[in-house]
């Protein structure tokens, strides 16, 4: 069975790091891309981070570029996003999906299977 588990949430103050981790299950992580998606309360959920099942290449979306790295263990069967100089404006409840392929895509129904997330509140 299909299981995507995330950690490493929580409260941090703005200019604050995290790390997030998603631990991968019940399939060949290696063979598929992976994405990071956040949805802010109130809003819809949008894709953060997303990368190629060898890490060859990867995307963020504008507003964490230069702030957010995604990287993936493929003998860990784990994901990351690794976020620093947070802001409020990242609050939301980040969660881990699993592509299609191996190769990432931008839409989001590319991504059927999703982790439960893990809230991140950036806050003073």
């Known amino acids: 069975q299909l299981q995507l588990v995330e950690s490493g949430g929580g409260l941090v103050q703005p200019g604050g790091s995290l790390k997030l981790s998603c631990v991968a299950s019940g399939f060949n992580f290696d063979i598929y891309a992976m994405g990071w998606f956040r949805r802010p309360p109130g809003k819809a959920s949008e894709l953060v981070a997303a990368?190629?099942?060898?890490?060859?290449?990867?995307y963020y979306t504008d507003a964490v570029k230069g702030r957010f790295t995604i990287t993936r263990d493929n003998d860990l069967n784990t994901l990351y996003l690794e976020m620093n100089g947070l802001r409020p404006e990242d609050t939301a409840l980040y969660s881990c999906?699993?592509?299609?392929?191996?190769?990432?895509?931008?839409?989001?129904?590319?991504?059927?299977?999703w982790g439960q997330g893990t809230q991140v509140t950036v806050t003073s």
């Open positions: 990368i190629n099942s060898n890490a060859d290449n990867s």
């Open positions: 999906a699993s592509g299609q392929g191996p190769l990432f895509s931008l839409a989001p129904h590319s991504y059927p299977n």
